[in-house]
């Protein structure tokens, strides 16, 4: 069995009958799908000897990791970690309406990069190294806060405190 990404409001549909008539998402994987499709079944004794069949097989997917649940603030932290850095689409993380626009930071460190322009070390992890030649007044400092905005055809433009952007692209 190949390895499913599930929304946790995938699972939140299984709720009470008055949810049964509700269409099952194609998305659904297939496990889940029969689990869901025990909602359907009239007769009490069936419907609950269905939920406890299907939902024992999608226990089981869970614990091999056939099955893997994420949550929407899991998704957020995720697409987080990742702003700026170029990845397919996979369809995992939600739509692009959801798309983050600018992500804000601490400052752990800077640098110098072979252009002479600045590498910047953010608490998170991520590395940005500056592109353009634009200078920076006031040379970033750990613990200074940083703002990094997605700019057109896939640029980005980080800014210092209150000082204007520079052009960075993502190192990790």
């Not at 957020?76 to 804000?104: A, C, H």
């Not at 992890?125 to 006031?138: F, L, V």
Request: aromatic share 6%.
């Amino acid at each position: 069995m190949s390895r499913y990404l599930i929304v946790a409001a995938a699972l939140a549909m299984v709720g009470g009958s008055a949810s049964a008539k509700q269409p099952i998402p194609a998305q659904v994987p297939p496990p889940l799908q029969r689990l869901l499709a025990c909602r359907s079944q009239s007769d009490g004794a069936a419907r609950l000897a269905c939920f406890d069949r299907e939902s024992g097989a999608a226990a089981q997917g869970f614990a091999s990791g056939d099955i893997v649940a994420v949550d929407r603030e899991k998704i957020r932290s995720t697409k987080r970690t990742l702003f700026g850095l170029s990845i397919p689409n996979l369809g995992i993380f939600g739509d692009d309406e959801s798309e983050l626009k600018q992500v804000e930071g601490v400052l752990s460190g800077a640098g110098f990069n072979r252009d002479g322009g600045y590498i910047f070390r953010l608490q998170d992890g991520a590395r940005w190294s500056q592109t353009d030649s634009k200078p920076i007044a006031i040379a970033p400092r750990a613990g200074d806060k940083v703002v990094v905005k997605r700019g057109a055809m896939g640029s980005y433009f980080l800014s210092i405190g209150h000082q204007p952007g520079v052009k960075v692209q993502r190192l990790n």
